[in-house]
């Protein structure tokens, strides 16, 4: 009657799909312990790597469970450990894991009485609670790894896209925390039909590039013409880290959800080592301290 998961750290928006594309990452994620217990509600009884609270109330994994729970034919509870691996603030989607990672374990304890589908749902409360809005691009593929696109919100309407094969992800995570509704809040709330025209054309190519794995195009589609520019800014060294890692022969670069990550796309591991040591050379050059990952999709 206990599980443990590994919650993967997703990159959200990919540049072109702002609220509705993610990616999860192989090999970057926290650790979750969950058990069933006659207690009724949820008991978070450690959480390691990170501060984070304990309530059930105020931490992302409790309300996204007590969200389950609501829902299930069950009379007991759970208690939940985390060892958090994933910082918060990151923009690679530390409250997705413990959300996704939450309801995912208790769905199999469970007997897996939700699709996926509900279980996103389900995770989506605890975004809303860790940065007002009920974001599905992280948690998303948090659920069904690999790519996924959220074609609508209302209905929820998720189409998973397996990785093309030779795909790897470089993240540099500069030291600073950017709080995702802080960086939410700087965005405008309408956007012109030439920026729209543009980043559909590349939401749609990422998309093509990524069924019919044609990797040039994937490249030539991860722009970003309405985030980025006003994101960017609270990024430290960021043209430095997209000028070089484009060099290093990355298929893109951009802000990893709400940053202050930055990631990249290469086509084979090699590359994406050398992205990693390009990046590691902005930083050290400007003094900022950073964690990089590298890591397969
Ligand atoms: N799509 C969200 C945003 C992701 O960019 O605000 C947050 O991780």
């Known amino acids: 009657d206990s599980i443990k998961v590994f919650c993967p750290a997703t990159i959200a928006n990919i540049s072109c799909g702002f609220d509705v594309l993610g990616l999860a990452l192989d090999t970057v994620g926290d650790l979750m312990t969950v058990k069933k217990q006659q207690e009724k509600g949820i008991e978070i009884l450690e959480v390691t790597g990170q501060d984070l609270p304990k309530e059930a109330h105020r931490n992302v994994a409790g309300v996204a469970g007590m969200a389950l729970l609501q829902q299930a034919d069950y009379n007991g509870g759970f208690s939940i450990s985390i060892d958090k691996k994933i910082k918060a603030g990151s923009g690679i989607g ?11 374990a208790m769905n199999e304890l469970l007997g897996k009485p939700f ?8 995770a989506m409360e605890g975004e809303r609670l860790a940065s007002g809005v009920a974001h599905a691009d992280n948690v ?16 929820l309407d998720i189409i998973h896209i397996s990785p ?7 993240v540099i995570h500069p030291q600073i925390e950017i709080k995702t509704s802080d960086s939410r ?10 920026d729209g025209i543009k980043q559909w054309g590349n939401l749609g190519g990422l998309i093509a590039g990524l069924y019919t794995q044609d990797y040039d195009l994937i490249g030539r589609s991860l722009e970003d013409h309405i985030v980025e520019p006003i994101r960017s800014i609270l990024i430290p060294g960021f043209d430095a880290l997209k000028k070089h890692s484009l060099e290093a022969g990355a298929l893109g670069c951009g802000i990893s959800g709400s940053g202050p990550s930055v990631y ?26 950073y964690d990089l990952h590298v890591s397969e999709i």
């Open 264 to 289: 990249a796309l290469s086509r084979s591991l090699a590359t994406a080592k050398e992205v990693a040591a390009a990046m590691k050379t902005v930083y050290d050059k400007l003094g900022i301290a």
């Open 140 to 155: 998303a593929p948090a659920l069904f790894g690999g790519f996924t696109l959220i074609r609508s919100y209302n209905p």
């Open 115 to 122: 699709t996926r589908r509900q279980l996103v749902e389900f």
């Open 185 to 194: 809040k700087i965005l405008k709330t309408t956007i012109s039909l030439e």
């Open 164 to 170: 093309p094969g030779e795909l790897v992800a470089t």
């Open 94 to 104: 530390s409250s997705a894991a413990s959300s996704a990672g939450a309801v995912w």
